[in-house]
């Protein structure tokens, strides 16, 4: 024991001199606790930056998931349905009158998209409207929306409870439907709702399935596809348009059904109005259209085909929008995560802030505690002892800021949550990484004035 390089007495010794720092930061509590303030804020920030990058991160892959895989949404734009140049104005090339026209978005659209383009995997037409659905005297208001069976699986759709509908019953028109779970809290609480029917309109519907609720984020949008299930109640779309409404103007005689894939086709009599040009609202068969592609990468050329076979279809006339919602989600991502990158940068730097702010009040500790330090190398310290001691003060302080930022930083991630409405993701690693780096800033950051302190001469440090 009594040889100074033994192990147990170097850690005796170290120990002591970490207790003596600890007793030196119990002096000066106010100093301290302002030296770690730096460091405090700067841990908070980056727990709080990077749960809001997580979290930012999270909603966009929910989102995908939400829009499904591969999927491609058409949807009417707000454009007339008549061309400038159907006003009655003569065409040079004819002499006569030539006027352009636009159904807008139908069902044909959907089996032309299915039958012409090869990368298409699967296609749901939809028809959104607002009902009330009644049950024993009691009213709820839903969105009824007609679909194919692809539907369910295009926007990753799991029932609670239930099945689907078939293809068999959405040829035959079938009053069935799938419903949300807020339509099920309503008219049945704690009872089975499947085989028990729901009154939308004049129209009776059997109740097959309950759709399995899910997360819905506040900044999704319908235009990419992205809405909350649960006040639908989901039927075919063949069932729409014979039981319900069919928004097109159609002549009932000019009728051309053709089934397959649970869809009707809808064919308009006619070739448009033979007068002059008069305003008409647009009617617009279907909401959208969502077409699933096999592979990602055939994204973009997939709706550029699809595009311009539209702009066919409609006479040259771009009433109609084409979006690729993962392709616009990933570059939202991708805008997230450089975003985050700043924000990290910036609370990083919030970080060595507070380490240079220890080392300035450690170095002016250093002259403020001269006879103290050569009082230590007087009575026997080494300069590796005046060394661990300051070392283990800075290191202490950063720690102590560390903890204290962890716990502000959680504090305002939720506090941000609470204010801005955004999702924050606080991940284990993030409080992890702000923690170390803490203790590494007390380390580095403390070195210079912990070597300074022990090169100092124990003669001229007392005689200050």
């Not at 302002?34 to 990077?50: E, P």
Request: charged share 20%.
């Amino acid at each position: 024991m009594g040889n100074i390089n033994h192990p147990l007495y170097l850690y005796r010794r170290y120990i002591h001199d970490v207790i003596i720092a600890i007793e030196s930061i119990k002096a000066n509590k106010m100093k301290s606790f302002l030296t770690a303030l730096g460091i405090m804020f700067g841990v908070a920030a980056v727990i709080s930056m990077l749960a809001i990058g997580k979290g930012a991160q999270q909603e966009v892959l929910e989102q995908i998931k939400l829009v499904g895989v591969n999927n491609i949404i058409v949807t009417p734009s707000s454009q007339s349905l008549l061309s400038s140049d159907a006003t009655g104005a003569s065409s040079e090339t004819t002499g006569t009158s030539k006027k352009r026209f636009s159904r807008g978005l139908t069902l044909l659209d959907a089996m032309s998209i299915n039958e012409v383009v090869p990368t298409v995997n699967k296609i749901s037409p939809v028809i959104s409207m607002s009902y009330y659905a009644i049950k024993e005297g009691k009213s709820y208001p839903v969105v009824l929306e007609g679909v194919s069976p692809d539907y369910f699986g295009l926007l990753n759709m799991n029932l609670e409870i239930g099945n689907e509908f078939s293809e068999a019953q959405a040829q035959k028109s079938l009053p069935v439907c799938v419903i949300g779970t807020n339509i099920r809290s309503h008219f049945f609480n704690q009872d089975n709702p499947i085989g028990q029917y729901i009154k939308c309109g004049k129209v009776w519907l059997k109740v097959i399935g309950v759709i399995e609720k899910r997360d819905f984020t506040t900044s999704a949008s319908d235009e990419m596809g992205i809405s909350s299930s649960d006040n639908r109640i989901i039927i075919p779309v063949k069932t729409m348009l014979l039981r319900f409404k069919d928004r097109a103007a159609i002549k009932p005689e000019t009728m051309d059904n053709m089934v397959g894939g649970g869809m009707v086709i809808m064919m308009g009599g006619g070739n448009g109005d033979t007068g002059p040009a008069k305003a008409r609202e647009r009617n617009d068969q279907l909401d959208k259209i969502i077409i699933q592609v096999k592979e990602t990468e055939q994204l973009s050329s997939t709706a550029n085909v699809i595009k311009r076979l539209l702009l066919r279809r409609h006479s040259d006339l771009f009433d109609f929008e084409v979006t690729v919602p993962e392709l616009l989600l990933k570059q939202q991502q991708k805008t997230n995560e450089i975003f985050n990158i700043v924000l990290g940068a910036i609370a990083g730097i919030s970080l060595i802030v507070g380490g240079i702010g220890i080392m300035n009040i450690m170095l002016a500790s250093v002259w403020e505690r001269i006879r103290e330090i050569g009082t230590r190398q007087a009575i026997g310290a080494s300069r590796k002892d005046i060394v661990v001691q300051f070392l283990a003060e800075s290191t202490l302080i950063s720690v102590f800021g560390g903890i204290i930022g962890v716990i502000l930083g959680v504090l305002l991630a939720h506090l941000i949550q609470i204010t801005a409405d955004i999702k924050i993701i606080v991940s284990f690693f993030s409080v992890v990484i702000a923690f170390f780096v803490s203790a590494t800033v007390g380390i580095v950051f403390g070195y210079l004035p912990a070597k300074r302190a022990a090169s100092q001469d124990p003669v001229e440090s007392l005689r200050q």
